[in-house]
C-alpha cells in the first residue's frame, strides 16, 4: 500500500511541499507576547501586524519567501486569526504552532497535568484546530528547556510533545536556551520514540561548540542557526563560522536558518535587522564563503520542507 502523500499543514489549509519554490524562513515570530517585564518590547501585536505584512510581501517579491514557520505557542501570546491575515494578505504561507515555550512562560495546565493529559492536550489541538479558529498547528514548537538539563515541568512538556508528534505526524522544534541542553532535549524526545529527523535544535547558533552541532547533525536531527542578525547574543561573524564548520563535517542536510524576530524592534520599520536580514546580508556572506546556490537551496528550503514533512523533497 502507498503512503499518503506528505502535506505542510499552513494556516489557510494543507499545501504539498513540492508546491513550495521559494526560501522558507524556519523560526520566526510574526505575532506574540513576551512581556513579563512590563516595557512592551517583546511584543509584536495589532499595532504591528502592518509592518510585519508589509516586510515579508517585500521578502516575497525581491527573494521569493515562501513560506515562514512561526513558533508562537501556548503562553507567548500566540494569535493565529492574526496569522491567517498576515499570510493571506502578504501571499506567504505560514505553519503555525503549538506546545509550550520554556519554564518561566508555562501555563497552569503544566503544573496540573501529567504526561498524558498535556499530550491529550496538543493533540485535540492538533487534530481539531486551535480554539474555535479551525486552524489545525502544523509543527510542536518551541518547545523549551532551559540550562544543560531540562528542568522537570520542561522534561514533562518536551515528552508530551515528543508523544504528540508520534500520534500526529508533526514535528518538533525546540528552544535551547542560549544553546545550552540540545543533547538533553534529544535525549528525551527520541527516548519516546521520536525519530531524530522529525526533531529541529534551535538557537545553535548561539552555542559556539561545533563538537555538539555535529553530534546533533550526526543523529540524524536538524541543527537550528535561528537568531542571525541577533548581534547582543552573537556575532554573525561567529554564526558563519560555525555554519561551515558543520557543513564541512558533510552535514549541510541537517542545517536550517532564520532569525527569531522576537521583539518589535527587530522589525525593519523600526530599524532593526527584519525577516529579510538573513536573504540580505547573512546569505551573501555564506556565498562569499564559497556556498553554491544548491548549497543555499538546500539550507533555505529544502530542508525546512524535510523537517515539516519527515520526507524528501523533489528538487525543483
Not at 62 to 85: K, P, Q, S
Amino acid at each position: 500500500m502507498n503512503s499518503p502523500a506528505p502535506v505542510l499543514r499552513t494556516v489557510l489549509g494543507d499545501i504539498a511541499p513540492d508546491a513550495v519554490h521559494g526560501p522558507a524562513l524556519a523560526h520566526e515570530h510574526l505575532v506574540l507576547d513576551l512581556d513579563h517585564r512590563g516595557d512592551g518590547g517583546a511584543v509584536l501585536d495589532g499595532r504591528h501586524t502592518a509592518a510585519v505584512t508589509a516586510e515579508l510581501a517585500a521578502l516575497r517579491e525581491e527573494y521569493g519567501l515562501a513560506l515562514v514557520v512561526e513558533l508562537t505557542c501556548r503562553g507567548m501570546g500566540r494569535d493565529v486569526r492574526t496569522l491567517a491575515r498576515i499570510s493571506r494578505d502578504a501571499q506567504v504561507a505560514v505553519v503555525a504552532a503549538t506546545g509550550w515555550y520554556y519554564e518561566p512562560f508555562h501555563t497552569p495546565e503544566i503544573e496540573r497535568g501529567d504526561v498524558a493529559d498535556l499530550t491529550a492536550a496538543l493533540v485535540r489541538e492538533i487534530e481539531d484546530g486551535i480554539g474555535t479558529t479551525g486552524v489545525r498547528p502544523g509543527v510542536l514548537g518551541e518547545i523549551g528547556s532551559h540550562g544543560d538539563t531540562p528542568a522537570p515541568a520542561e522534561s514533562k512538556v518536551l515528552r508530551a510533545s515528543a508523544r504528540a508528534a508520534l500520534a500526529t505526524g508533526l514535528s518538533v522544534a525546540t528552544h535551547a536556551q542560549l544553546g545550552r541542553g540540545g543533547l538533553a532535549q534529544l535525549e528525551l524526545l527520541t527516548g519516546e520514540g521520536l525519530p531524530p529527523h522529525r526533531i529541529s535544535v534551535g538557537h545553535q547558533d548561539l552555542l559556539d561548540d561545533p563538537a555538539v552541532h555535529r553530534e546533533l547533525a550526526a543523529s540524524g536531527a536538524y541543527v537550528a542557526f535561528d537568531t542571525v542578525g541577533k548581534d547582543g547574543y552573537q556575532s554573525d561573524e561567529t554564526r558563519l563560522r560555525l555554519l561551515l564548520a558543520l557543513l564541512e563535517a558533510g552535514h549541510a542536510d541537517r542545517a536550517l536558518l532564520s532569525c527569531d524576530i522576537s521583539r518589535h524592534g527587530y522589525l525593519a520599520s523600526e530599524g532593526g535587522q527584519g525577516y529579510g536580514h538573513l536573504f540580505g546580508s547573512f546569505l551573501p556572506k555564506v556565498r562569499a564563503a564559497g556556498v553554491d546556490d544548491d548549497l543555499i537551496d538546500l539550507l533555505t528550503r529544502r530542508n525546512p520542507l524535510r523537517f515539516l514533512s519527515g520526507t524528501a523533497v523533489e528538487e525543483s
